[in-house]
């Protein structure tokens, strides 16, 4: 008798069963539950058991959904009560390194363009930023259903780790963003709400409240270092390059990326300093992973395995 390979087997329909109710579970606990904590919960389960197709597709994109239940789990507990918040020291220093004189006053970049911009600029900075994690997501999916499922999990894996780099990077150097110190001053006011800063000007441009609607779910501003805005694009660019994608595709991933580098300074969102440490952000991840991990046997092995799991 042919096994049947419809329904996953039982281990597997418990594990992930398991793991479910204890996400909604501790997240009720800890967070509370939101909408889109149930339809997360319920689509994955749909697909996962709905067939053998859906069911890869749930498993491969485990590592996008780790992204996100770990970014909402920030809120648990808050990296300004692990470390000083940086406001002066950041603002200074972005100042004394990339300081614009205007006037005879030193400003610093994001200063400059919140007095200098115009509705073009402003019409791209907000399409340029409302790519910058579709369309690495939409990459990576694109490497999976061309089959490539090994530089799928690989990229996928390597966005998980330059995330978490980067969460750490929160706790261990809480940060304010420039539109902040712009407005507020160097006091921390820990209820801050989020802003949309330059970005609110695409939105008044279209007479949308796309940009407002993102910002005002943003439950701690004092993560602005380093920018994961500047680092996700990196990485699609190098998975596009070891692709052998077409140039113009590799082509057009660059501008974005250097669109969205270009937008986080001149919508007040990040300092040059952020967006540096964004990009070093992304190459150590890929570093890390690539020469490091992938060298460990075990890890090989696991990566295999998920690859060989997931394969069509």
């Not at 789990?73 to 205007?102: C, H, S």
Request: proline content about 4%; hydrophobic content about 55%; charged content about 15%.
């Amino acid at each position: 008798m042919v096994k049947s390979t419809w329904l996953p087997t039982r281990k597997e329909a418990f594990i992930v069963l398991g793991c479910t109710l204890l996400f909604l579970f501790s997240t009720a606990a800890f967070i509370g539950l939101r909408p889109e904590h149930y339809l997360i919960a319920a689509v994955f389960l749909i697909c996962f058991f709905l067939s053998e197709k859906s069911r890869k597709l749930a498993v491969a994109v485990l590592p996008f959904i780790i992204f996100g239940v770990s970014y909402d789990w920030l809120r648990v507990y808050p990296n300004y009560m692990v470390n000083a918040i940086d406001i002066q020291g950041l603002y200074e220093l972005e100042k004394t390194w990339f300081g614009v004189l205007v006037d005879g006053k030193r400003l610093i970049p994001c200063e400059f363009f919140a007095l200098h911009h115009n509705s073009v600029a402003d019409f791209f900075a907000g399409i340029f930023y409302l790519t910058w994690v579709p369309v690495p997501i939409a990459f990576g999916l694109w490497l999976y259903f061309k089959n490539d499922r090994k530089l799928f999990l690989h990229f996928s894996l390597v966005f998980l780790l330059v995330n978490l780099i980067g969460f750490a990077g929160y706790y261990i150097h809480p940060a304010a963003p420039p539109w902040y110190a712009m407005n507020y001053g160097f006091s921390p006011i820990l209820d801050t709400p989020g802003n949309a800063a330059g970005l609110a000007r695409f939105d008044e441009l279209l007479n949308i409240t796309v940009f407002d609607s993102i910002y005002n779910r943003n439950s701690n501003v004092f993560a602005a270092v380093p920018s994961l805005h500047a680092a996700y694009m990196v990485v699609a660019v190098f998975y596009a390059i070891v692709k052998k994608c077409h140039w113009a595709f590799i082509s057009l991933l660059c501008i974005l990326m250097v669109g969205i580098w270009a937008t986080a300074i001149y919508s007040c969102h990040h300092y040059i300093i952020d967006v540096l440490l964004g990009i070093t952000c992304a190459l150590l991840g890929i570093f890390v992973f690539e020469k490091g991990l992938m060298k460990i046997p075990a890890f090989h092995r696991f990566v295999s395995r998920y690859a060989g799991y997931i394969k069509a």
